[in-house]
């Protein structure tokens, strides 16, 4: 995570808090969503990074990294600025 630098936090899901983040290298703006390192951290988490990545479509935001914190397993994406979705529909 050192590369990053966190700006804000950008909503809670059912896996973990996802927190805007700029690249201090590229200043490129990316949505890092952590989630707490345990018993979450199985085969299920790896089969949605791997499907994931599979992913190629300009309505999908792409998968970029992983990133391994001492407490956190953080997964670093596009970051979709449009706003809500629910505010949308
Ligand atoms: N790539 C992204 N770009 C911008 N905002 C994002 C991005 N990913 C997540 N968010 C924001 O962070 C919030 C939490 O995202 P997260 O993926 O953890 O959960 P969720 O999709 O809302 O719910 P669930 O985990 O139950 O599927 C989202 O509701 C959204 O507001």
């Known amino acids: 995570m050192e590369k990053y630098e966190i700006i ?3 909503g809670a899901g059912s896996f ?3 927190k805007l983040c700029k690249h ?3 200043k490129e703006l990316v949505a890092v969503k952590f989630i707490q390192r ?3 951290i199985d085969a299920n988490v790896e ?3 791997l499907n994931h990545r599979s992913l190629r ?3 999908v935001v792409r ?3 992983v990133l391994l914190t001492t407490t956190h ?3 670093a994406m596009e970051y979709a600025s449009g706003g809500e979705l629910f505010q949308r529909v």
């Open 8 to 10: 804000k936090d950008l």
């Open 16 to 18: 973990g808090v996802t």
């Open 24 to 26: 201090k290298q590229t």
């Open 38 to 40: 345990g018993p979450t």
């Open 47 to 49: 089969r949605e990074i």
């Open 57 to 59: 479509h300009p309505n």
């Open 63 to 65: 998968f970029k990294e």
């Open 73 to 75: 397993l953080a997964l």
